[in-house]
């Protein structure tokens, strides 16, 4: 059965984790998604943090997800062995071509003209500065999609803004948001959420477009902001703004109507479980699991406004259930009883999960770079059609013959040229550090 | 104008946040969506905030949020013409999203394998905490809940303090979007391979797969074993990390390479290439770094979020501002790209709303639509659409069907 995305290749020039991240969504349903990268310049943040890291910084400066190689060690080529892109770079193509050189622009032309659409992540104003902005693109494939994902759009006074997904979390009302409730919002360490809620987002806008192409004929360039994507994940705070002038802040981990809801410390070393109550059965079925206590009988608690109010001495209550028992045995015990709970996983714990591996989330792959490992798997289950991982995470350059000969047509003799001249590799230049 | 999903019918069996938030994406950028609801309504018109802080059904910022440009039906779907009416529906649509409790589709006699018998084309996606399969398919679940099982919530944190979830809702509309997408995929599926299918969207398995750290660390584990610690949340060099400044915070990142841009910026020239603070190891001692504080914080504490943004941007640094929801609402660039329109909701009057999540010229999304009243196309889809005289809505509507 072919794949619901059969047919329609995507030219993918995004790096760090949202593009990439929506670029993995197509190419799980099928989609031809070709990478763009190059071996004369690193793409920041991209295919790991440094190009080619010495074992040394690996082992010692640059802290376990900094070093995320098998067995922390870079190898001869490090770019193809790390997590932060391996992780969702199965069933992708790549090429490598020097798009700052006339010739290059010239082949990624003949490339796109070939295709269904481009998605790309850098800041408003380079692809263009490149020559191969909408315009230019739309010249050689009138139809073509492409959807461009910026910190804060391509228009408007910020239109050039740069910053890390933190930061558009920043200028999004998030973090000020999620921030410790009581604290100095200093404290707040980052989040990336911006990039999985960017990633769906570019996925999204992807399929749309596409779709309107196919029944009118006519392409368009799309305009994505990230911080307006993640806006949208939380019209809770800005309804409350723009219809009773009120301002929120963090409540951390607690509900705007239901209690006690929380986060409670655990037997162990940083071990903590999440706590949910939303009606008054839950609450008795609480007091139970924990052995009805004198204090929980305060008949203050027996309804969820009296609750509410008075969660400071709930969370102490029950905080000093929690702490002397381990956390999964908590949140087992309060699940039986219909109760909402569960432990705060470390990557460790979510890795051993018997639901995860249940439904045949970790896949095995064999890499040629890396070898045999469990790499995550699916984000949904399709009964027709599953997410299957076709290919392991593309090395780099690693489709050069297929682009270059395939695709464009290039003679052997051409191809050589081409790898002579810096466009064709699959090793950055010495240079690149 | 044409609209990008303008020809994809949705028949929507969702309630609360996840499965509208999925709808809602499809219904802002054209596709026709029916909300089919139980006779007292989505339980979602009870959550706050709610206008002017008066509980109503038809007053949930929630609610009129996640179901603008939707058409609403009731529908006992638990009486046997109640299901009679969704098949009869199911028949012409080319998606059905549902979020209850798994089993429960199939309890009222409206699971896949009898939808595909009805519309062997239909995709239908069901929308659930944990997945339609596996040990925690029953348990119940909440946002926080999710994310602590599922997502980096471990990390969200500083050392030795408890960690924090995301805010509000994020979870779970978060799924919504990754549903969306999944949807729009199987609606390719169909419409351009022929190929009806069920798909199985889990909350929880939204956060395992989220590149938000999670899918870097999984994959980190295999890879070396170990696990990533609790970071230092302001970060290496600096200046770096929060600051408090004149009216609020603000997000520096200007430290180690980017150090010689922060003082052009800070019109301190003379430290650009001082060696008692430009050198890497001047930047990466901790001593330094407070000694820095001494001369950052003055200067950071005399501008508004908006001059140091406006400053770093020009100095080429990046850089964020820890924004209110107010400071978004009178921000100039989103003004300009007029990303709050008003809605006109009947109980409400003209509100400011969260507009649609990208710009597409060619097919703009908008709101066409407010979101509906309770029931408010019955008439429309039971008697226009579905043939029944206005005498059967009123034996439907006594008997307790709609």
Redesign the interface.
């Known amino acids: 059965m072919p794949l619901p995305l059969e047919g329609i290749r995507v030219i993918a020039n995004t790096y760090t984790w949202a593009g990439p991240y929506a670029m993995m969504m197509l190419a799980d349903m099928g989609a031809e998604i070709i990478r763009v990268e190059s071996i004369q310049r690193w793409q920041w943040n991209t295919r790991g943090f440094m190009a080619r890291p010495t074992k040394e910084q690996a082992a010692v400066l640059m802290g376990p997800m900094g070093a995320a190689y098998p067995n922390r060690d870079p190898g001869p080529r490090p770019w193809n062995r790390h997590a932060m892109f391996n992780s969702h770079a199965r069933n992708k193509k790549s090429f490598t071509v020097d798009l700052a050189s006339p010739e290059g622009v010239d082949i990624f032309k003949q490339l796109v003209a070939q295709s269904d659409a481009v998605v790309e992540n850098s800041t408003p104003g380079v692809m263009d500065k490149l020559g191969v902005g909408y315009e230019a693109l739309r010249r050689v494939r009138p139809d073509l999609v492409m959807v461009s994902s910026s910190g804060m759009g391509a228009a408007g006074p910020y239109a050039g803004h740069r910053g890390f997904g933190s930061q558009m979390e920043d200028l999004s009302g998030f973090t000020w948001l999620r921030c410790y409730p009581d604290g100095d919002p200093a404290d707040t360490s980052l989040s990336n959420h911006s990039d999985a809620a960017g990633g769906a987002g570019i996925a999204f806008a992807v399929l749309a477009a596409l779709h309107y192409r196919n029944r009118t004929g006519r392409g368009q360039w799309v305009d994505m902001s990230q911080s307006e994507n993640l806006i949208g994940q939380i019209p809770d705070a800005v309804m409350d703004y723009t219809m009773n002038g009120r301002v929120q802040k963090s409540i951390g981990n607690r509900h705007r109507s239901m209690a006690p809801q929380g986060v409670y410390p655990s037997l162990g070393d940083d071990k903590w479980v999440a706590i949910s109550v939303a009606t008054d059965e839950q609450w008795q079925a609480l007091c139970h699991a924990m052995g009805n206590p004198a204090w929980a009988a305060n008949p203050r608690y027996e309804t969820s406004l009296g609750r509410w109010k008075n969660q400071d001495e709930l969370d102490e209550g029950i905080g000093r259930w929690t702490q002397r028992r381990v956390g999964r045995e908590t949140a087992e015990s309060l699940q039986a009883l219909g109760v909402a709970a569960g432990e705060i996983t470390s990557d460790a714990e979510l890795s051993g999960d018997p639901h995860l591996w249940s439904r045949n989330f970790f896949r095995m792959v064999d890499h040629p770079e890396t070898g045999r490992h469990w790499h995550p798997g699916p984000l949904w289950h399709f009964s027709e059609t599953p997410v299957e991982f076709r290919t392991p995470p593309v090395l780099m350059g690693e489709h050069n013959e297929y682009v270059y000969k395939e695709l464009l047509g290039c003679s052997d003799a051409e191809y050589r040229r081409l790898e002579e001249t810096g466009h064709i590799g699959m090793d950055f230049v010495p240079e690149v550090v | 104008m044409?609209?990008?999903?303008?020809?994809?019918k949705v028949l929507d069996l969702t309630h609360f946040v996840a499965g509208p938030a999925c709808t809602k994406?499809l219904a802002d950028?054209g596709a026709d969506v029916l909300k089919v609801e139980r006779l007292e309504g989505d339980p979602a018109r009870n959550?706050?905030?709610?206008?002017?802080?008066r509980p109503h059904p038809d007053q949930s910022?929630?609610f009129?949020?996640?179901n603008t440009n939707k058409r609403s039906i009731t529908l006992n779907l638990k009486s046997r013409a109640g299901a009679q009416l969704v098949e009869e529906l199911a028949r012409d649509a080319d998606v059905l999203v549902e979020s209850f409790r798994p089993g429960v589709m199939e309890g009222l006699g409206l699971g896949?394998d009898t939808l595909r018998s009805i519309n062997p084309a239909l995709v239908m996606v069901s929308i659930s905490n944990?997945?339609?399969?596996?040990?925690?398919r029953d348990?119940?679940?909440?946002d926080?809940?999710?994310y602590?099982?599922?997502g980096?919530?471990?990390?969200?944190?500083?050392v030795g303090?408890?960690?924090?979830?995301?805010?509000?809702?994020?979870t779970q509309?978060?799924a919504g979007?990754?549903?969306?997408?999944?949807t729009?995929?199987?609606?390719?599926?169909?419409?351009?391979?022929g190929?009806?299918?069920?798909?199985?969207?889990?909350i929880?398995?939204?956060q395992?797969?989220?590149?938000?750290?999670?899918?870097?660390?999984?994959?980190?584990?295999?890879?070396?074993g170990?696990?990533?610690?609790?970071?230092d949340?302001?970060?290496a060099g600096y200046p770096q990390?929060?600051?408090?400044c004149k009216d609020g915070?603000v997000?520096v990142?200007g430290g180690l390479q980017f150090f010689p841009l922060t003082a052009r910026m800070m019109e301190m020239p003379e430290m650009a290439d001082d060696p008692h603070w430009a050198t890497r190891d001047a930047q990466l001692d901790s001593q330094r770094k407070d000694e820095f504080d001494v001369i950052f914080l003055p200067w950071i504490i005399e501008r508004t979020k908006l001059e140091y943004?406006q400053m770093a941007?020009r100095a080429?640094?990046?850089?964020?501002?820890?924004?209110?929801?107010?400071?978004?609402?009178q921000d100039?660039?989103?003004q300009?790209?007029d990303?709050?329109p008003e809605v006109d909701h009947p109980a409400?009057g003209p509100?400011?709303?969260?507009?649609p999540?990208?710009?597409?010229?060619?097919?703009p999304a908008g709101f066409r639509a407010p979101a509906p009243l309770l029931g408010q196309h019955n008439e429309e889809v039971y008697h226009g659409q579905l043939g029944f005289t206005k005498a059967d809505l009123v034996r439907m509507r006594r008997m307790g069907v709609i």
């Open positions: 044409e609209l990008a999903l303008g020809d994809l994406l950028f959550l706050g905030p709610f206008f002017r802080d910022g929630v009129l949020h996640l896949y944990f997945g339609q399969s596996g040990p925690y348990l119940p679940g909440t926080l809940v999710l602590s099982m599922g980096p919530m471990q990390s969200n944190s500083k303090e408890y960690p924090v979830r995301l805010p509000g809702m994020v509309m978060h979007y990754v549903a969306a997408v999944a729009l995929m199987g609606f390719f599926g169909s419409r351009y391979k190929i009806g299918q069920h798909i199985d969207c889990s929880f398995e939204s395992a797969m989220s590149v938000d750290r999670r899918l870097t660390g999984l994959l980190t584990h295999q890879y070396h170990e696990i990533v610690p609790r970071s949340v302001r970060g990390g929060v600051y408090p915070y997000n990142w943004l941007r080429g640094l990046l850089s964020g501002a820890l924004f209110t929801v107010e400071d978004l609402l100039p660039h989103y300009a790209r990303f709050f409400t509100v400011r709303y969260v507009g999540i990208v710009k597409m010229p060619a097919s």
